[in-house]
């Protein structure tokens, strides 16, 4: 500090709030698709809302809290594990709901709550939906704390895969290329020049490369024109009823699906992409779905985060002709 004293816990929270990560939660607000489609979400399911206890899991900066708030939740526990709650009290504060909206700092797994509540909101889905999401806490919070029949927004998630042509790939093959013709050409220079043999490594760094070039993901923004043949779905889940320990060991399920090949062209890959929705009560009915799903599919005109190509095997790309 200025005056030479140590700083305070919460000199050090906001500054690794303003270090770590208010460039991401920034980003993550200024995506128009995700933040809309939840405040409609909550706004069309107002009476679901409406002198409820609502848990926002994984809060923030606090902006669904806010919603479920303005939409006339009785109360709001907003639980939030990282520095971020520092944040979201200053910002529930500086708009006057402090008296609605509780940031609570810890883990949903160990805290306690002195009610239960009628509805989960939480924007815990990762990269492709399930990659460093935060399903399983929403699910621990969902066994925790929801009353019977209480309701989660979102409540369900479809998970989807399609054949796609994109630049990313043949960028990928060519950096597997180039990196395995540097190291043979190490290996050519190491024998020449002092008689030495490291063909020892060859595998492991073939290995190496492949698992780097072709068999991570990217994090790109497709068309329909990219794919080279119609989505098919690959995973619907209901949070309502999903059990935890399903998700726990969806890891090792299998799934048989056929990818039909309708364009002619390069298929380099497969893209995923995910629908969530947000389904209400029978009493509060959504009267217009088509506001309330939130999509990262290449055929929405408005993209939004989430859809990622993925190389398919460690070959060269392959050119498809459509048909049965």
């Known amino acids: 500090m200025l005056d030479g004293s140590a700083p305070s816990e919460e000199d050090k929270a906001s500054h690794a709030w303003r270090t770590e990560t208010a460039t991401a939660k ?28 609502v848990l926002d899991v994984g809060c923030g900066t606090g902006v669904l809290a806010m919603f479920a708030a303005k939409a006339g939740a009785r109360k709001v526990y907003a639980v939030e594990a990282s520095d971020a709650a520092w ?9 006057g ?6 940031v609570i700092r810890g883990l949903v797994e160990s805290i306690e709550l002195p009610e239960m509540v009628d509805v989960i909101i939480s924007e815990w889905m990762g990269n492709f939906l399930l990659k460093e999401s935060m399903l399983d806490t929403v699910l621990i919070a969902r066994d925790r704390f929801l009353k019977p029949g209480g309701r989660l927004f ?25 990196e395995l013709w540097a190291w043979h050409s190490f290996l050519q220079y190491m024998h020449t020049s002092f008689g030495l043999s490291y063909d020892a490594l060859t595998k492991q760094k073939e290995e190496q490369a492949s698992e780097y070039h072709l068999q991570t993901w990217d994090w790109v923004q497709l068309n329909a ?10 995973l619907a889940l209901d949070l309502a009823s999903l059990p935890l320990t399903r998700l726990q060991n969806l890891h090792a399920e299998s799934f048989d699906i056929v990818l039909p090949i ?33 999509s990262t ?20 790309l392959l050119s498809a002709n459509s048909g049965p």
């Not at 497969?270 to 779905?289: H, M, N, Q, W, Y």
């Not at 599919?297 to 060269?316: I, L, Q, V």
């Open 262 to 294: 309708t364009e002619d062209g390069t298929v380099g890959g497969l893209c995923g992409f995910f629908d969530i929705d947000f389904r209400g009560s029978v009493k509060s009915p959504a009267t217009e779905p088509a506001e309330i799903k939130l």
């Open 297 to 316: 599919s290449p055929f929405n005109k408005a993209p939004t985060s989430g859809r990622e190509p993925k190389p398919k095997t460690n070959k060269p």
């Open 154 to 178: 979102p409540s369900h998630a479809r998970l989807f895969i399609a054949p796609c042509a994109h630049g990313c790939f043949a960028e990928r093959w060519q950096g597997y290329v180039d």
């Open 97 to 102: 709901l402090e008296g609605v909206v509780e």
């Open 26 to 53: 920034m980003t993550m607000l200024q995506d128009s698709v995700r933040t809309e489609a939840y405040r409609d979400a909550i706004q069309i399911h107002a009476e679901d809302f409406r002198d409820k206890v």
């Open 225 to 234: 024109s990219q794919l080279r043949g119609p989505p098919v779905q690959l």
């Open 87 to 95: 944040a979201a009290k200053q910002v529930v504060a500086e708009n």
